[in-house]
């Protein structure tokens, strides 16, 4: 299959977010639009629950409130109508460019191939096989999932969209899903395909690739509601940048150093075991009063 202008567009770039996320929107917003090549052949979704927002060449859909699992099915059942999902979160932020070559020949090899899931971010808890298939020098490896880990995970994957949709679970967390959803892929043993285009959190590649083979790269800059280390070169770069990404960063370094949640609570702590007994034989108390 050749690229054509004239094909429907098949392939939709989702960006599902919480609402409790927004401090992050701006900044991935800023990063995607800097490295993004926009003559990637897919329409762009970003998701929020009830917020409206505006991200420039996204279209903003809702899922309304309720669990992780939940809410992106409702948007890939009732929304999205493209066949094929690129998956991605709003603490993804990318620092290296995209290629819109190597993506538009990538969807079109899902589509000849009726490939359920590619997974496109390197990690060492995967172990793959290569197969004679390149894409811009990179391999199109296929996973051993018996010998691989995280079958089922929320980094940058193109999807095809009844797939994931079976693997959304009523009432999963997110936490439970990745775990829950790696462990029913594993008995159902598909063909999941691996291909090391993004290194994620600069981990390294695992795939034999051809040498002109040129990655880009995204952080996962969120952890525990919390700023990670992962945003202080982009502190830096907001820092170089216009007067209004000056403001961001300031809010930004303000929220890691301070060690706020991205709603801007203090960061919540931690019951010993004996406040939470003590808890629960207060609660009993009351209960047999």
Not at 43 to 52: I, Q, R
Not at 103 to 115: A, D, R, T
Not at 243 to 248: R, S, T
Request: net charge positive.
């Amino acid at each position: 299959m050749n690229y054509n202008d004239t094909q429907p567009c098949n392939v939709a770039l989702l960006v599902h977010t919480c609402d409790r996320y927004r401090f992050l929107y701006e900044g991935f917003s800023y990063f995607f639009h800097q490295y993004w090549d926009f003559n990637t052949r897919c329409n762009y979704y970003f998701a929020t629950e009830e917020l409206t927002v505006d991200i420039p060449q996204f279209k903003n859909i809702k899922s309304g409130k309720g669990e992780w699992a939940d809410r992106l099915r409702y948007l890939l059942e009732h929304i999205i109508t493209e066949k094929y999902v690129v998956y991605f979160q709003e603490d993804m932020w990318l620092n290296k460019p995209v290629s819109s070559t190597f993506f538009n020949q990538l969807f079109n090899v899902i589509e000849q191939n009726k490939y359920n899931q590619v997974k496109l971010d390197s990690a060492d808890i995967y172990n793959t096989q290569p197969t004679p298939l390149y894409i811009e020098g990179f391999n199109v490896a296929l996973l051993n999932n018996q010998a691989s880990g995280y079958l089922m995970s929320h980094q940058v994957t193109v999807w095809n969209k009844a797939f994931l949709i079976q693997q959304l679970y009523k009432g999963e967390h997110p936490w439970r899903n990745e775990r829950r959803g790696t462990q029913r892929l594993k008995k159902l043993n598909p063909e999941i395909y691996h291909i090391d285009y993004f290194a994620q959190n600069g981990q390294a590649a695992i795939n034999k690739n051809e040498p002109q083979s040129m990655r880009s790269e995204y952080h996962t800059i969120s952890g525990n509601s919390m700023l990670q280390n992962n945003i202080l070169p982009y502190i830096a770069l907001l820092q170089q940048a216009g007067p209004k990404e000056q403001a961001f960063s300031t809010e930004l370094l303000n929220h890691y150093q301070n060690q706020l949640t991205h709603d801007g609570k203090a960061k919540p702590r931690k019951e010993d075991i004996f406040k939470k007994m003590k808890k629960w034989i207060s609660s009993l108390i009351r209960r047999v009063s």
